[in-house]
Structures are given as C-alpha cells and as structure tokens.
C-alpha cells in the first residue's frame, strides 16, 4: 500500500518555464490537498478538491492550476514559473479526519 | 482571518529533558486539532483532539486540548535524539463545502545528545 505518492521528488526550472508535478493515492479517498513549505512560513494551501472533477482555491493560489480529473490523482501545473515559486510542495488526501500526506517535491526555480 | 500561532519557534535541549510546545488558535468553525511530526520529509500524524480536557497519551508523547483558551499543548517526556524535528499544529474546521486545515508554522525541536 503505497498511500500518497508525488512525482518527481526534484526538479529545477528556469523562469518562464511550465511543469506538472502528479500526486497520486490508492486509498480511495475523496479529499485531496496541495500545499507548499516555506522556512518559516509553515505549510499553506494552494488548492484543494473535494472529489473527483472538482477543485477549489485555498489560501494561496496564485500562479497554479489543479485538475482532479480522475479521483486517485490530483495534478499541480506551474503555468510560467517565477523565482517565488522556490519550495518544497506537498499533497495529503483525506477521507473525513486527519490528512496524509506525501515525501514532498522539492522544487528550484532559477 | 483564520490564524494558529505556535511557540516557541524554535527549542534546544538535552537528552532526557521533558519539552512543552504550545499551539493557540483563532478558527471559526472549530472541529479538531491535529498534532505532526515531520522529520525530513512527509509530516505524520501524532494526534487529533477533539474534546477539551481529554489528554491523549503515545509513549513519551502527550497532548490535551483546552477550548476555552482555544489552545493545545504537545508534551514529550525524557527526550531522545529521535524526538528532533519539526512538530506541526493545525487546526481542521468547517466550511465553504470542505473541511480545511489551517497550519501553524511549527516549531523545530532539537534535541542535543
């Protein structure tokens, strides 16, 4: 049981260049999250869905697009990555209580 | 603005000594408050509380919510080198069509052989 599994665990991007990070889980659950981790700023979401074809904004979204297209996955897109998008992202999925979350993608914007 | 506040931000001690970290919160729509670990990489799940003045137990590790000061604490007890980490408060509350988690920006315990 693999639970929350997110690709690539690194990756480097020059400014103005797109990327999709995957985050898949097999435990069927309907909730899905993305955030990013900055020092000192703890964990802040960026969008979030509550199931399969849905998809909502959270705290900060600026810069992103989502799709829940099938419910086992959830897809962050960097539409043209900028210096401030520097961070370490992390998904969680949740059935009702408390959310488990992936190894993280580490991800450097030059 | 939903907001929790952790402290301190950062702590130092020995091996053996007991540590006491604090989570408070500002939420509307309060349902529970979740306890993670988060050593190098994806935070785990220590504890959730949901009822004041229940003290949930693991091991060396305890935590016990009061909602009328709206806060928790976490306590671990004859610390090892294994306990250094970064220890998350988040609070999961009602609304807008789901449930959310409002994180605090933690605090990186070390602990020092």
């Known amino acids: 049981n693999a639970g929350v599994t997110q690709t690539p665990k690194f990756r480097v991007l020059k400014t103005g260049q797109s990327m999709t990070l995957l985050c898949a889980q097999d435990?069927?659950?309907?909730?899905m999250y993305w955030y990013r981790q900055d020092p000192g700023m703890g964990l802040r979401l960026i969008h979030y869905?509550?199931?399969?074809?849905?998809?909502a904004k959270g705290e900060v979204p600026d810069g992103y697009n989502v799709s829940r297209l099938k419910k086992q996955n959830f897809l962050l897109g960097l539409e043209s990555a900028a210096p401030s998008q520097t961070s370490v992202y992390f998904c969680?999925?949740?059935?009702?209580?408390?959310?488990?979350f992936g190894d993280g993608t580490r991800l450097s914007i030059l | 603005e939903d907001k929790v506040v952790q402290s301190p931000l950062s702590l130092v001690v020995h091996e053996g000594d007991t540590v006491t970290l604090n989570c408070s919160y500002e939420?509307?729509?309060?349902?529970?408050l979740l306890w993670y670990k988060q050593e190098k990489k994806a935070p785990t799940f220590l504890f959730m509380l949901?009822?004041?003045?229940i003290e949930k137990k693991s091991g060396r590790l305890s935590s016990i919510l009061d909602k009328k000061e709206l806060s928790s604490i976490l306590n671990i007890t004859a610390t090892q080198t294994g306990d250094s980490a970064i220890y998350l408060c988040?609070?999961?509350?009602?609304?807008?069509?789901?449930?959310?988690?409002?994180f605090g920006k933690g605090t990186h315990l070390i602990i020092q052989p």
């Open positions: 869905s509550v199931g399969e074809g849905t998809t």
């Open positions: 969680a999925s949740s059935q009702s209580v408390y959310q488990h």
């Open positions: 939420v509307t729509n309060f349902r529970s």
């Open positions: 949901t009822s004041s003045g």
């Open positions: 435990m069927n659950h309907e909730y």
């Open positions: 988040a609070v999961l509350f009602s609304g807008g069509g789901a449930d959310g988690l409002t």
